[in-house]
């Protein structure tokens, strides 16, 4: 199973999304590091809309997220960005 199949399990499990795109960025980091190659699931991208972002800050929404992500980000996954939403707030997607 890839990386971004276990994100999107976890987050559809977790917050139940009305919309959920996770995208591998990692192509875009090629060479920021010596080890950062561009291959490999290093840099992934969240956007979510769930419910249960509704009445939390967007840190909340964040930390919710990192948490529920953090053994994916202890066994090498670089980098994050995450863009939460509750239904009806403007999304940039």
Do not use: C, N, Y
């Not at 890839?2 to 499990?13: G, H, M, S, W």
């Amino acid at each position: 199973m890839t990386l971004r199949t276990r994100i999107e399990e976890k987050l559809v499990a977790a917050f139940a999304p009305e919309r959920l795109s996770v995208i591998d960025e990692s192509h875009l980091h090629a060479g920021h590091q010596p080890d950062i190659t561009g291959t490999g699931e290093t840099h992934m991208r969240v956007r979510i809309v769930s419910a249960e972002f509704a009445g939390l800050s967007r840190l909340a929404r964040h930390r919710a997220i990192t948490d529920l992500l953090k053994p994916e980000l202890d066994a090498g996954l670089h980098a994050l960005a995450v863009e939460p939403a509750a239904p009806g707030e403007a999304t940039r997607w």
